[in-house]
Each structure stands twice: as C-alpha cells, then as structure tokens.
C-alpha cells in the first residue's frame, strides 16, 4: 500500500514538473525581414484550332569566316556592324613562315628551269645526231629520260608554288560576299586555329525562319505552304512560304527543321528574333497552353522549376515539365495549373520557405 502511495504521489510530481516547464518555454518567432517580390498569375492561352510552332529568325546568306593555318593574328580589320564589300581584306595573319617558303619555292623553280632548259637542248642536239646516225639509240634513250625528269621536276616546283599561294589566301582572310559583320572572335595579338571562326557576317535585308515542327504535325507540311509568321518583338505579321521540310530529326531533338522563306518587308527585324509560325492546318481540337516567362524559370542541374506563393505568404519551389519555347516565353506541361500565382522577381534570394511580402 505504501510503495501504491508513493508511485502516485511520484508521478504526481513529475506531472507538475512538466507543466511548469512547458510554461517556461518560449515560442521561437521568425523575425528575419521578409523578401519583396513581384507576382503574376498563371493565364491559359487557348490555342487557335490551327498548328503555331515557335521559329527563330536568321539570314539567308552567312558565312563564319576561319583558316587553314596557324599564325598570330596581326590585325583585324573591321569591327561588329561594319559595312563590307566581296573581296575586302577582314583579318591579316602573320605569314613570315610562309614568305620564307616562297622563296624557298621561287629559288627551287629557278635551279629546275635552268636544268630544264640544259636537258632540252642536250635533247634537241642528240635527236639530230641520231638522225644523222651519229648517235646510238643508248644515248638518245639517255638524253630523253634525263629531258623528262628535267621536265616534271620543273612542274613540281612550279605546283609547290601554287601551294604556297593558295596557304597565302588563308593567312589573309577577305569577305566571300558583301554584307556586314555580325561577331568576331578574334584581336590582335590572338593566335589563330585552323577552323576555329574568326569573323561572322551576313548580307542584311534577306531573312528566312527555321522552325521546328513535332512528329506528330510534320506529315501535313508541304513546301510551297503560306504561312503567317508572329514576330514578338515588334508585334508584326509576317508572309512566309515554306521552302524546306527536313525528312529526318535525328540532329534535332525529335523535331523536325522547317525552313520558311520570308517576303520582303520594311519591317524591322534582325537575326535572332524569336516567332511563332501559323501553318494553315486544322489540328483535331483546339489547345489550352499553360505559359511563363523564362526569366522566372529556376533551374539547378537537369530540374527546372518556379517559385510560387504558399497559403502562409513563404516562397515554394515547385519542379516543372516545359515543353516549347515561345520567344521569352515556355510552355508548362505539368507542375503549374491556370490561374495560380508564381514569383517573376524578387529584391532578394528566395528559397524554400523565405518569408515574402507581394508588392
């Protein structure tokens, strides 16, 4: 009975114990600023019952200009934006190498003309004496080996000559066409590599889209098709007709190239702008696409992903399928539903469960 009486009165104490001690304890509050951020809302946009696909913008006629020899580059020419002619002299490599081989050349052909023309007369001379049985057939057989070997190492040394010339076109590089100079890869002083481009330029004013098209769309392009084509940039319409439909999508990611050549307009676009290319076939139902802008797009490794707003105002990761790209816009296949709210900027750098505050 006594050892009944002082288990109870034990845990009695224990109890109070512990109600005093959960008193004591203070709630830990999170007093860290919170992170301004910007927010959008997620809008579906419904497709037209007709194929759009996103392209891209590039020149007609370009060219990335590079060498065939190694050398340190003496001086560029131009720079990005200049205007230039076919044949204008871009880049200068030195080609010290190359003069010394030259003269090795012209020095090589002079020693085989001269022996050439010793051969030839010996030649001409014993062809006479054999005529005037002067002469045994030995030595006219000697003589006009002796005029042919004279004769094709004279050849080879005047070919050795083409060589170094055709090595001298490398070492100064001109413009194929007249155009101007997108990009150069090079200064002065740099070393440059065999096929390593130097220069790149374009003839501005003539423009063609190369699009992508998914398996399941491309069967119903045929070229010769007028399509509509959406520059974002400068919120245009364009005219195109279709010129190339690849047959293959091995290079390309499982879609397939569609070239469109672009009619002429005073439209201001450039190489590089983003599209969106209209093809005039009925798809089967009409779309709803789900789309963000990439700058909000969070991506660590192979994962791409977006902050959203959670119920307690915290920043929340949420990984995402994408699917196309729609100039500075991707389509979300899965992980982000219409009309919810995601992070477009933020004053700070948000992880999971940073306090935020929406401005």
């Known amino acids: 009975m006594k050892t009944y009486i002082y288990l109870i009165t034990l845990i009695t104490a224990l109890l109070f114990l512990e109600s005093c001690g959960n008193k004591d304890k203070k709630t830990v509050v ?24 996103s392209g891209k913008i590039q020149s007609t006629n ?31 490599i030195n080609n010290a190498d190359l003069q010394a081989k030259r003269a090795q050349v012209n020095a ?23 005529a005037d049985n002067s002469a045994s057939q030995k030595e006219l057989d000697d003589i006009t080996a002796n005029f042919e070997m004279a004769k094709a190492r004279l050849e080879a040394a005047k070919q050795m000559k083409n060589e170094v010339n055709a090595q001298f076109a490398y070492s ?15 200064e002065e002083g740099n070393m440059a590599n065999p096929g390593v481009p130097l220069i790149y330029m374009e003839t501005p004013g003539e423009f063609e889209v190369m699009a992508m098209v998914p398996e399941t769309e491309i069967s119903s392009i045929q070229t010769g098709t007028n399509v509509a084509v959406l520059v974002k940039s400068i919120d245009q319409t364009l005219k195109g007709t ?22 002429e307009t005073k439209a201001n676009i450039l190489s590089g702008m ?31 992903g977006v902050y959203t707003v959670s119920q307690s105002n915290t920043a929340l990761l949420r990984w995402l399928r994408l699917g196309r790209t729609f100039g500075d816009q991707v389509e979300v296949l899965s992980g982000l539903n219409a009309d919810e709210a995601y992070i477009v900027s ?11 505050s929406i401005q």
């Open 30 to 53: 999170d007093n860290s600023p919170a992170i301004a951020v910007t927010v959008n809302q997620v809008k579906a946009n419904n497709n037209s019952p007709f194929l759009s696909v």
């Open 274 to 304: 983003f599209t969106t290319v209209q093809f005039p076939i009925e798809r089967k139902a009409a779309t709803s696409l789900v789309l963000i802008p990439t700058d909000a797009i969070v991506i660590n490794g192979q994962l791409s």
């Open 172 to 186: 100064n590089i001109t413009a194929p066409f007249s155009g101007v100079i997108t990009g150069k890869n090079v």
């Open 108 to 130: 090589a052909i002079t020693e085989a003309t001269a022996a050439f023309n010793n051969a030839q007369k010996d030649y001409n001379r014993f062809k006479n004496l054999f």
């Open 62 to 92: 370009s060219a990335d200009l590079s060498t065939r020899m190694m050398g340190y580059v003496d001086k560029v020419h131009v720079n990005v934006g200049d205007k230039v002619k076919k044949g204008q002299l871009l880049v200068s």
């Open 242 to 263: 279709v010129s190339e439909v690849s047959t293959s999508a091995k290079q390309t990611g499982g879609q397939y190239l569609v070239k469109i050549n672009l009619e």
């Open 346 to 356: 933020a004053e700070g750098k948000l992880y999971n469960g940073a306090k935020i």
